[in-house]
């Protein structure tokens, strides 16, 4: 993409992304179940009856459950393209990524419990 600028290099841009997010839904498990998740709560978050800062982080956190996983998946990758034996190092960045989608799905508990908490009985 280097010698593309503007509008091409834009749509350029688009079009990987796009192919990124289809490689994702078709390679990655965990990708498609919190992408199950987000079709499941996102019209709730859009629906209940909340405060508009609440709803925004609701949204907000749930969005950044798939942007973490894509990392996280494409962390994996390039360690799985580097070589299967096994590494510590490989260890490490995979169980990293991991651990940065387990804090964020806490992190989504945490906003929606705290969004939803004046609406319980």
């Known amino acids: 993409m280097k010698g593309n ?3 091409k290099r834009i749509v350029l841009a688009a079009g990987y992304s796009c192919k990124g ?3 994702a839904f078709r390679h990655e498990a ?3 179940q919190e992408l199950l998740l987000v079709a499941v709560l996102l019209p709730l ?3 209940l009856d909340v405060e508009p800062v609440s709803r925004v982080l609701m949204i907000s956190t749930l969005a950044l459950i798939l942007i973490v996983e ?3 998946s494409a962390v994996e990758a390039v360690v799985d393209r580097i070589g299967t034996e096994h590494h510590e190092l490989s260890g490490r960045a995979k169980d990293m990524g991991s651990a940065a989608v387990l804090i ?3 992190l989504t508990a945490y906003v929606w419990l705290a969004a939803l908490w004046p609406l319980l009985p």
């Open 5 to 7: 600028r503007g509008i």
């Open 21 to 23: 997010l289809r490689q």
């Open 30 to 32: 965990a990708f498609r």
């Open 45 to 47: 978050a859009v629906l």
């Open 70 to 72: 894509l990392l996280n």
């Open 104 to 106: 964020t799905l806490l």
